[in-house]
């Protein structure tokens, strides 16, 4: 069975400090795969996705990118935290075909203070 | 027209009554209306969902009601139990990679 793991689960960070997110997906190869993150009050924000090694697409311009170096890996980055930055971000992963059914992570939980 | 809005934010129901989330959409092309159930600390979970050439698909104590004239459609947890205390996402896919969703209904459910 497939499974997706997000790590950290928590995170608190300073304002203008560097991040790493990672998600990683076992049991299936070439999935889809996305960030989303997640504002209280508001619903899920398409942040990126990624078709393939390298293929990044990016849904809405901001301090964040993401790179995909492995298959099934797939990596949010920043170089300088901003405060608007904190949220709930969640990886996600769909099968290649029909990417209507999303697979979410557990969830990194970014406090930037 | 690629927004869904989700009513109400947040809803209390007693165990044993019916809980009912509203959603409407404006983009014909979506075509598949699916429910995402998140649990605090944890990432959505597909519940159920359907398409527009049905009215209404059911599993187990959950409903979605599918309006295609109106652009409406709905989750109905028949005989709420604690455990369902979640939020509740509807969304809307066309196809693509972009799944649009609503903005979330916190449901708590009265023992």
């Known amino acids: 069975s497939q499974t997706i793991h997000q790590w950290p689960a928590t995170l608190v960070q300073p304002v203008g400090s560097p991040l790493s997110l990672e998600c990683t997906v076992e049991?299936?190869?070439?999935?889809?795969l996305y960030w989303y993150r997640q504002a209280a009050g508001r619903g899920l924000q398409l942040l990126f996705y990624?078709?393939?090694?390298?293929?990044i697409s990016s849904e809405v311009p901001q301090n964040l990118s993401a790179s995909r170096p492995q298959d099934r890996q797939f990596i949010l980055s920043s170089k300088k935290l901003l405060l608007s930055d904190s949220g709930f971000y969640l990886c996600?992963?769909?099968?290649?075909?029909?990417?209507?059914?999303?697979?979410f992570g557990s969830g990194t939980q970014l406090s930037v203070l | 027209q690629q927004q869904v809005k989700q009513s109400p934010q947040s809803l209390i129901v007693q165990k044993g009554g019916i809980s009912i989330i509203n959603c409407a959409y404006e983009?014909?092309?979506?075509?598949?209306f699916p429910w995402y159930q998140q649990f605090p600390g944890k990432g959505p979970a597909l519940l159920i969902a359907?398409?527009?050439?049905?009215s209404e698909k059911k599993e187990g104590r959950f409903t979605i009601s599918f309006n295609k004239s109106a652009k409406q459609f709905s989750l109905h947890i028949m005989d709420s139990q604690p455990g369902d205390s979640a939020t509740y996402f509807c969304?809307?896919?066309?196809?693509?990679?972009?799944?649009?969703f609503g903005a979330g209904t916190r449901l708590f459910v009265k023992a």
């Open positions: 996600a992963w769909t099968r290649g075909k029909t990417n209507e059914k999303l697979f």
């Open positions: 049991g299936t190869s070439n999935p889809n």
């Open positions: 990624s078709v393939g090694i390298g293929q």
């Open positions: 983009n014909t092309a979506f075509d598949y």
């Open positions: 359907i398409r527009p050439d049905v």
């Open positions: 969304a809307a896919y066309t196809g693509g990679f972009k799944t649009i």
